[in-house]
């Protein structure tokens, strides 16, 4: 199970994280959890963010939950197998300054991290040290990232190992 823990929105990079699914085979699932954010009522909407927020939407390799409570996130946390962190080069605050506070929960519980190459995570996050980066807004890198970490276990097992390890300096 690969999973995304936060807020849902534009600037967020879930879109690639959805639409990397597409270049994965069958046998991974997508856990999506968070608050859907919509900036303006009339804002014009992506196939895929519509999908999110129908109730109705049903996919088999896709599971969305709306908002939970903290306490009940590590729980989830640990039901991944690989947790993404991702980000989108479309909004200059996200892309250079934003550090997600997500990453910390997920190094934490020692879990291999795919985190999108961006400057707010690249401050915590290291490319084969304690994440995989990919390139930002690149379903394929993305999907590419993932397989990448499933076929290395030995490196993944020491990548989130790390994570946990740098955890305990923050």
């Given at each position: 199970?690969?999973g ?19 270049f ?6 997508l856990k999506?959890v ?6 303006n009522?009339?804002e014009?909407l992506?196939?895929?963010y ?12 896709i599971?969305y ?5 903290y306490?009940q996130v590590t729980?989830i ?15 200059k605050h996200?892309?250079?300054y934003?550090s997600?506070?997500k ?8 879990k291999?991290i ?11 996050l ?5 994440c ?19 076929e290395n276990?030995?490196?993944?097992n020491s990548?989130?190992k790390?994570?946990?390890?740098n955890?305990?300096?923050?």
């Open positions: 199970i690969i995304y823990i936060g807020t849902i929105d534009k600037t967020r990079g879930v879109d690639c994280v959805i639409k990397a699914m597409e994965l085979p069958r046998k991974f699932l999506i968070g608050n859907i954010k919509i900036k009522k009339n014009k992506e196939d895929w519509r999908l999110l927020i129908d109730e109705n939407f049903q996919n088999e390799r599971i939950s709306p908002f939970v409570p306490n729980n946390i640990d039901d991944c197998n690989i947790v993404i962190a991702p980000g989108s080069q479309t909004d996200v892309s250079e934003a997600p506070l990453i910390f929960d997920y190094m934490v519980r020692g291999i795919i985190s999108a190459k961006l400057a707010g995570h690249m401050d915590v290291h490319d084969k040290v304690n995989i980066f990919y390139e930002p807004d690149s379903p394929r890198d993305l999907a590419n990232s993932i397989l990448f970490a499933t276990s030995n490196l993944s990548i989130a790390e994570a946990w390890k955890s305990l300096n923050y």
